[in-house]
Each structure stands twice: as C-alpha cells, then as structure tokens.
C-alpha cells in the first residue's frame, strides 16, 4: 500500500477529503520528529516505537578488498515493532 492509497483509505473510511488525511499524517510525522528531538523516542501505541540510538565509531572490512576501515560514529532511528503487532502477523511458533 503507498502513500495515496493509505490516505485514500483513511479518508473512505472516515468521511474525509484525502487532503485532510494527508495533513493528518503530516501532522504525526512532524510530532514524531519533535518527540525523538526532545525526548530520544515516540510511541504509537500497539504499532511501533521509535527510538533514537547512538552508535559508536568500530573498525569493519570493505567487503570488495577485504581492507580494514574505519567506520565513524552516527546517531540513528530505529523502529521497534510492538508485541501486539508481531503476535498478530507472525506464525505461532
């Protein structure tokens, strides 16, 4: 599903025009980054977390030589899927 049909969908379903449901989104995107700014991570609830993680500089090997680099450190955004959501796609096991 892309981004059109996902507001095509909201809107449907919620009997709004497909440029309210963008803005819905918009709105949740920008509030997400200013969560992660301030506080390092956002929530939504039963769907995924975001949290930000900062990750140390390490040696690795370019796969193409085998050469030893250096890889430098970075901050970076994870997603951490909720129990709830994996429960109910993923096989028992």
Do not use: C, W, Y
Not at 9 to 16: I, K, S, T, Y
Not at 44 to 51: G, H
Request: hydrophobic share 40%; net charge positive.
């Amino acid at each position: 599903m892309g981004k059109s049909e996902l507001f095509s969908h909201f809107a449907d379903r919620f009997e709004v025009k497909r440029t309210q449901s963008r803005e819905f989104f918009d709105e949740l995107t920008s509030l997400a980054e200013k969560e992660l700014k301030r506080s390092g991570e956002f929530v939504l609830p039963d769907m995924v977390k975001l949290v930000v993680q900062k990750r140390k500089a390490r040696m690795g090997r370019n796969p193409a030589t085998g050469e030893a680099i250096k890889i430098p450190a970075k901050t970076v955004v994870k997603a951490r899927i909720a129990k709830k959501l994996k429960d109910a796609v993923l096989p028992k096991k």
